[in-house]
C-alpha cells in the first residue's frame, strides 16, 4: 500500500485497534487481530510488552500478512526494528522512545510515523518533528499501560483540535459509555485497548461503539 494510500485510510478511519493479549480473554493476539479486521476495523497497532523478541516477530509476520490480504495499516508499537523487518506499514513511538527524527532516518519516507503526546508543549514539537499522526492522551484514566502518565483529560483534546494540524488518534480509558463525547469533541480516530479485545463478541462490540459514535450527531 502507498504512502498517500495508507494514510488516508488512516485519516479515514473511526477506530484504531491496539492488541493486549493479556486481557483478551485467554485467545491469541493473532486471534484478536483477525476478528477486529473481520469487524472492519482499518488500523491496527501490535502492542505487546511481555514476549520474547522472537514470538513477537513470528506474531508480526502473521499479522502483517493477514492486514496486506485484507488492506488494513499494520503499525508495530515502540520496536523500530521489528517494524522494519516485517515490513508494517508503521511505528508508533513515545516520549520516552528514540527521537522521530533519528526514527525516520531509519525507516526513510514511506513508513508512517506516530508519537505518542501528553501536553500542547508535546504536540506542538511533534509538529515540527515530521511525524505524521501524533496519539492524545491518556483521554481517561487507564491501566492497560503500566507507565503511563495521569489522565490529560478533554481539555487537551479539545486544544489539539482546535490548535494542531496534524491527524491524530485520541487513546486512553475510551469505553462504550464516553466514545460520544470523546467523538463529539471532535476526535475522528478513536483507539480502544480493553473495551474491544476484552470483549466476548469483538464484531458486535465495534458495532456498538460505532453506534455511539455517531450519536454525536445528536448533540447540539
Known amino acids: 500500500m502507498a504512502y498517500k494510500k495508507f494514510m488516508q485510510v488512516l485519516l479515514d478511519s473511526d477506530i ?6 493479556e486481557y483478551s480473554l485467554g485467545r491469541s493476539n493473532i486471534e484478536v487481530t483477525a476478528r477486529m479486521v473481520d469487524s472492519g476495523i482499518r488500523v491496527i497497532q501490535y502492542r505487546e510488552k511481555e514476549k520474547k523478541t522472537r514470538q513477537k516477530y513470528e506474531e508480526c509476520l502473521k499479522i502483517r500478512k493477514m492486514t496486506r490480504d485484507a488492506g488494513v495499516i499494520f503499525i508495530v508499537n515502540d520496536h523500530v526494528d521489528l517494524a522494519l ?6 511505528i508508533h513511538i513515545g516520549q520516552d522512545d528514540l527521537p522521530p527524527e533519528r526514527v525516520r532516518e531509519l525507516v526513510g519516507q514511506e513508513m508512517i510515523i506516530g508519537l505518542s503526546t501528553h ?13 505524521d499522526y501524533i496519539g492524545v492522551g491518556p483521554i481517561f484514566a487507564t491501566r492497560t499501560k503500566k507507565d503511563v502518565c495521569g489522565p490529560v483529560g478533554l481539555e487537551y483534546l479539545d486544544y489539539v483540535v482546535q490548535n494542531i494540524r496534524l491527524p491524530f488518534v485520541a487513546i486512553g480509558g475510551i ?3 464516553n466514545i460520544a463525547e470523546v467523538s463529539r469533541r471532535g476526535a475522528s480516530c478513536i483507539a480502544l485497548v480493553t473495551e474491544i479485545v476484552g470483549a466476548e463478541d ?7 461503539l460505532r ?10
Not at 484504531?16 to 493479549?21: C, K, P, S
Not at 469483538?202 to 456498538?208: D, L, M, P, Q
Open 119 to 131: 501536553s500542547p508543549g508535546q504536540a506542538e514539537a511533534a509538529v515540527t518533528a515530521g511525524v
Open 85 to 90: 523487518l516485517v515490513d508494517a506499514d508503521g
Open 202 to 208: 469483538i464484531g458486535a462490540k465495534v458495532r456498538e
Open 211 to 220: 453506534k455511539e459514535i455517531k450519536r454525536k450527531e445528536d448533540w447540539h
Open 175 to 177: 469505553k462504550n459509555h
Open 16 to 21: 484504531y485497534g491496539i492488541t493486549a493479549e
